[in-house]
């Protein structure tokens, strides 16, 4: 068994796809219609058969309460891994990233977390360089 797709539920997909692509700096993997939306997938560069971050449209009932109750009390709904949260919080404050807590020292790693504009909080993070 392994992971194929997660999902993170997004409040619109075109919107999703530019700041996942040209902010995060993912890659388009998938994007096939599916209903009324679309099955759409981004995944790390040069990454061909990785893990698939699904950007799943936010219309189920369910998932509106549950994202304002995450947003609210300031949790991250998933957590990216990168080498310098400094450097890559400055990179990202110069395109516009909205930052609820910038670079922290949490013990053994430095996170930051950010709006993703789709109506989720991300944490970017990485370990603590002694």
Not at 79 to 84: N, P
Not at 90 to 109: D, I, K, S, Y
């Amino acid at each position: 068994m392994r992971i194929v797709t997660a999902s993170i539920f997004v409040d619109d997909q075109e919107k999703a796809l530019d700041f996942y692509t040209r902010v995060l700096g993912f890659e388009k993997r998938q994007d096939q219609p599916a209903g009324g939306a679309r099955w759409l997938t981004v995944g790390n560069p040069g990454e061909e058969g990785g893990v698939e971050l699904l950007l799943e449209p936010s219309s189920h009932p369910a998932v509106a309460p549950f994202k304002e109750a995450l947003a609210g009390d300031g949790i991250p709904f998933n957590s990216f891994a990168v080498d310098d949260v400094a450097k890559e919080y400055e990179r990202m404050l110069a395109l516009g990233v909205e930052f609820t807590q910038p670079p922290a020292n949490m013990g053994p790693v430095t996170t930051a977390v950010f709006s993703d504009t789709c109506g989720n909080l991300l944490q970017i993070a990485s370990m603590s360089q002694d």
